[in-house]
C-alpha cells in the first residue's frame, strides 16, 4: 500500500511511520506541512519548524525513507488563521485545530498529492473502523490524549483515506515504543500549542491581529470594578487564568463587546451561573443523525465526558442538556457527541 505520513517532528508521529515501517509492505514516504505563521509570525516567539524539520530529518534517515515539504501557508491563512480571528474578534471561542485538520491535514493536503497514495496516516490518538459501508471514528483508549474532538467534521470520504497507526495505544506506549526504537526525539517534549501556533504564544498571536484596548473587569453581581483588562477578545467564558486578580479564585462569566468589559464572579457564586442547558448549530454528524438521544458529549478537549440529552429544534439545530452544571460553555466551542467511544459528529455552541 502506498502510504502518505504526516511528520511533525514530535513522538507520536514517529513511532506511527516506524510501526508502518515494521511492516515492511508499504510504500511510505513523509510530508511535512509548512504553515503560514512559521514564518510571517516568526518575531512572536522561537518558532519550531527547523527544528522540527531537523528532526523529520533524522527520522526519515533512520528509517530510510524519503520526505517532502508542502507549503500550506495560503491555505492555512485562509480557511484557519482568519476563521479564528473573526470568531474572536465577535466575542466567541474558536476551536481552530479543529478546522486544521477538517480543512487542511485532510483536506488541502488531499488535494496536493496524487491519487495513488492510497491512504494518510497520522499520529493523532484515535481509531477508525468500518461498520455495513460506513466509518466510524472512535475513541482513543487513552482519556487524556484522545483526540476524536478534534476530528469530528471528518467527512467519510476523508475518514476512508485516513490511517491512525497508535490510535489504539496510550501515550505511555508510545514513549515506551519510541525509547525502544532509540527515535532520535524520543525525548522530546509534547506540543502544548494550537496547531499552527508552535511555539509562538496564543496572547501575541491574538495580540498581533487584534491589538489591545483596555477594559474593565467587573463582578458580575455587585458590578464592582475589580481592576482592567487589555482585550475581552484575550479572554473566554469559563477561563480562570490569567485574569490578574486578587481574592480569587475568579472566572470569566460574560463579556460586553460593545463596551469591552469582562464579567467575572468569584467560585463561590459560580454554581448559581453556571447552566446545563445550550443550543448547536451547523451540525457535522459522521455518519448520520443519531436515532439515540441518550448520548455523552465533550464540550471541551480532555477526558470529561457529560451525560445528555439532544433533542431536534428544526433546521437543523439541537437543544442539548448536561447531567451536571457547567460554568464554562462558551459560545463558538464545539459540542461533541459520542454513542460509548463512538464519535458520532458535533456542532457548534450558540
Not at 470568531?87 to 481552530?96: A, D, H, N
Not at 522530546?188 to 473587569?217: M, N, P, T, W
Request: charge should be negative; aromatic fraction near 10%.
Amino acid at each position: 500500500m502506498k502510504i502518505a505520513m504526516l511528520l511533525s517532528g514530535g513522538v507520536d508521529s514517529s513511532v506511527a511511520l516506524k510501526l508502518l515501517a515494521q511492516e515492511k509492505k508499504h510504500d511510505l514516504t513523509a510530508f511535512y506541512l509548512k504553515i503560514w505563521l512559521e514564518d510571517e509570525l516568526s518575531h512572536l516567539g522561537d518558532c519550531p519548524w527547523e527544528s522540527d524539520m531537523e528532526f523529520v530529518r533524522e527520522v526519515c534517515r533512520d528509517l530510510g525513507i524519503p520526505f517532502q515539504v508542502v507549503p500550506l501557508q495560503q491555505e492555512y491563512l485562509e480557511r484557519v488563521v482568519d476563521y479564528a480571528i473573526g470568531e474572536l474578534k465577535s466575542g466567541r471561542t474558536p476551536s481552530p485545530d479543529i478546522l486544521c485538520n477538517s480543512c487542511i491535514k485532510f483536506s488541502a493536503f488531499y488535494d496536493r498529492i496524487d491519487d495513488s497514495y492510497e491512504k494518510v496516516a497520522t499520529g493523532h490518538y484515535a481509531q477508525i473502523q468500518a461498520v455495513n459501508d460506513k466509518f466510524q471514528l472512535k475513541r482513543s483508549p487513552d482519556p487524556v490524549k484522545d483526540q476524536t474532538y478534534f476530528l469530528y467534521r471528518l467527512t467519510q470520504q476523508q475518514l476512508g483515506r485516513v490511517l491512525f497507526p497508535i490510535g489504539h495505544l496510550h501515550k505511555r506506549e508510545i514513549r515506551s515504543l519510541a525509547e525502544e526504537f532509540s527515535l532520535p526525539n524520543k525525548d522530546r517534549k509534547d506540543s502544548q500549542g494550537l496547531c499552527f501556533l508552535g511555539k509562538i504564544k496564543y496572547e501575541e498571536f491574538v495580540k498581533h491581529h487584534l491589538g489591545e484596548r483596555i477594559g474593565a473587569i467587573i463582578e458580575i453581581d455587585s458590578k464592582k470594578y475589580l481592576g482592567d483588562h487589555l482585550g475581552y477578545w484575550f479572554y473566554t467564558i469559563g477561563q480562570r487564568q490569567g485574569l490578574g486578580l486578587s481574592g480569587g479564585p475568579w472566572y470569566v462569566i460574560k463579556k460586553d463587546i460593545t463596551e469591552n468589559i469582562i464579567y467575572v464572579s468569584h467560585q463561590e457564586q459560580l454554581n448559581r451561573r453556571s447552566r446545563r442547558e445550550f443550543i448547536v448549530s451547523d451540525l457535522h454528524w459522521i455518519a448520520e443523525v443519531p436515532e439515540k438521544t441518550s448520548l455523552k458529549s465533550k464540550i471541551r478537549h480532555g477526558p470529561k465526558l457529560f451525560d445528555c440529552e439532544i433533542i431536534p429544534m428544526g433546521r437543523g439545530d439541537f437543544n442539548v442538556r448536561i447531567a451536571e452544571d457547567e460554568a464554562g460553555i462558551a459560545p463558538g466551542q464545539s459540542a461533541i457527541f459520542y454513542d460509548d467511544d463512538i464519535c458520532l459528529g458535533g456542532g457548534i455552541i450558540q
